[in-house]
C-alpha cells in the first residue's frame, strides 16, 4: 500500500532560523496536502498542491509540490515560537479516495 | 464556525470492554473519516465514510466497526477493546473525497488497562 514519509522525525532551532521538512510518497500523488498540529491541539488545514512543480507561499511558509508529484517539502523563513508544533503532510494517491498522513516533523524553537 | 466535536476527550476502558467514540459535525459534510496518531506513525486511517451507511476500510481496520446512520455522526466502535488501542483517536470530516481539506475534532484519547 502506499507509504508517506517524512524527514526529520524531529527538529530543533533556534529562534530566527530557517526550517525545511521533507515529504516522499512511494508513489505518485493526485494532490498533497500539509497541517500542522500545536501541542495539545489538533492538525490544522495549512494549503494543497495539486499541479506538478506547484509552489505557494504563506507569509514565511513556502510549499512545494515534487515535478513527479511524488515529493513535497514545506520551508520556514526564521522561524518563531509560534511556529513550535508537528507538520504533516497527506497525500492521495492518484485516482484514489484515501488521505494518507506522513509521519510528521516535530519542531521546536528555542528563543 | 466549521464543528467537528467528538464526545469524549479522555477514556479508560478496561481489556474486553466494548468503547464507542462518538463524533458529530455541523457542516453538512458527506465524508468523514476516523483516525488513529501514535508517536512516531503519524495518522493512520482506519475507516472512512462517504455517504449515510456507507463505509470503506482505511489502512488499519482490524478490531474496529464504524456505523454512519445520520450524515452528521459517524461512531467508531471498538468490539472488544485491547491494550493495543490504546492511542489517540481523531475524528475529520471534508466536503470533497478527493480534494477538500479535513476538518479535524479535538481527539479523544482512550487508555485500555
Known amino acids: 500500500g502506499q507509504q508517506v514519509m517524512q524527514i526529520p522525525q524531529y527538529q530543533h532551532v533556534q529562534e530566527g532560523e530557517d526550517f525545511t521538512t521533507y515529504c516522499n510518497s512511494s508513489t505518485t500523488l493526485s494532490n498533497i496536502q500539509w497541517y500542522k498540529q500545536r501541542p495539545g491541539g489538533h492538525p490544522v488545514f495549512l494549503i494543497q498542491l495539486v499541479k506538478s512543480g506547484e509552489v505557494k507561499k504563506q507569509k514565511r511558509l513556502t510549499f512545494q509540490f515534487g515535478e513527479a508529484k511524488k515529493n513535497s517539502s514545506l520551508h520556514i523563513t526564521a522561524t518563531q515560537t509560534t511556529d513550535v508544533g508537528t507538520y504533516f503532510c497527506a497525500g492521495r494517491e492518484g485516482g484514489g479516495n484515501k488521505l494518507t498522513f506522513g509521519t510528521g516533523t516535530q519542531l521546536k524553537v528555542e528563543l | 464556525d466549521v464543528k467537528v466535536t467528538q464526545s469524549s476527550r479522555y477514556l479508560v476502558k478496561r481489556t474486553g470492554e466494548k468503547v464507542f467514540l462518538e463524533c458529530v459535525q455541523d457542516m453538512d459534510h458527506e465524508n468523514m473519516f476516523w483516525y488513529r496518531q501514535d508517536p512516531g506513525l503519524g495518522l493512520r486511517l482506519i475507516y472512512f465514510?462517504?455517504?449515510?451507511?456507507?463505509?470503506e476500510k482505511g489502512d488499519i481496520p482490524e478490531g474496529y466497526s464504524v456505523s454512519r446512520e445520520k450524515k452528521e455522526r459517524f461512531s467508531l466502535i471498538l468490539e472488544s477493546a485491547s491494550t493495543n488501542q490504546t492511542s489517540m483517536y481523531l475524528c475529520?470530516?471534508?466536503?470533497?473525497?478527493?480534494?477538500?481539506?479535513?476538518?479535524f475534532g479535538e481527539g479523544s484519547r482512550l487508555t485500555v488497562l
Open positions: 465514510s462517504y455517504d449515510v451507511k456507507m463505509k
Open positions: 475529520a470530516s471534508s466536503s470533497s473525497i478527493r480534494t477538500g481539506e479535513l476538518f
